[in-house]
């Protein structure tokens, strides 16, 4: 059974620090792994997807990086700004044949400081 | 980009009645949708996979006869919640499977029994 960890669970830092939040997950043949944004009572929003076959994917000030032999996968924020507080999923997607189900981590709450 | 609309955002029903929310894909086909839900400060936890003309398959746990999903078209799946009760209270947000790029989520359901 795939379980997802993310580290740290919450996070609070001044504007314009870099981040680096951190997502591990047991099972290694995943299909690919897709990381999420969610605002307080909102749904999700698609931030970055990377499939199995590759290290990374960079969207703008967001870099996401996968190890999927270690079972591990980074998002990285760079010059953060009060906009990017919200709570970051990271969600590895099982292949088709065992249902292609995405599973969650707990998430990582960040508070980003003017 | 895909668009998963659902609705409605939030409802408040009295103890033993039935609530139907609705998800739809607007520029895109889901012959897959998967449906969760979340309470507070948790993550999200998959509740059943929707297939567009076949029975849905739920996880372990859930309640089959009490979280009733149909998926009768590739745009169109609904979760009726039936005989709520209070501790059926959540967040509930589904999601669409679009080839390339990954999983598009709704922007969920607030449902609140009283």
């Excluded at chain 1, 043949?29 to 990374?56: H, V």
């Excluded at chain 2, 409802?11 to 839900?37: H, N, P």
Aim: glycine share 8%; proline share 4%; hydrophobic share 30%.
């Amino acid at each position: 059974k795939q379980e997802v960890t993310q580290i740290p669970a919450a996070l609070s830092v001044p504007e314009g620090e870099n981040l680096v939040l951190n997502c591990s997950f047991t099972d290694s043949a995943i299909y690919n792994l897709q990381w999420f944004r969610q605002d307080p009572g909102k749904g999700l929003t698609s931030l970055l997807l990377i499939q199995s076959s590759q290290r990374e994917q960079t969207s703008g000030r967001l870099n996401a990086s996968l190890d999927k032999s270690s079972g591990r996968s980074t998002l990285y924020i760079a010059a953060s700004q009060p906009g990017d507080s919200a709570t970051y999923l990271c969600a590895p997607q099982q292949g088709y044949n065992q249902g292609g189900k995405l599973i969650f981590g707990q998430g990582t709450e960040l508070s980003v400081k003017p | 980009g895909a668009v998963v609309s659902q609705h409605p955002s939030w409802v408040i029903c009295k103890s033993g009645t039935s609530v139907k929310i609705e998800c739809r894909s607007l520029d895109f086909q889901a012959t897959t949708m998967f449906w969760y839900r979340q309470f507070p400060k948790q993550s999200l936890m998959l509740m059943a996979t929707s297939n567009e003309g076949s029975k849905a398959t739920y996880e372990q746990g859930v309640e089959k006869d009490k979280f009733l999903i149909n998926h009768a078209s590739l745009t169109l799946s609904t979760l009726t919640v039936t005989s709520a009760h209070p501790e059926d209270s959540s967040f509930y947000i589904c999601s669409g499977l679009r080839s390339n790029y990954g999983y598009t989520f709704g922007s969920g359901t607030r449902l609140t029994v009283v």
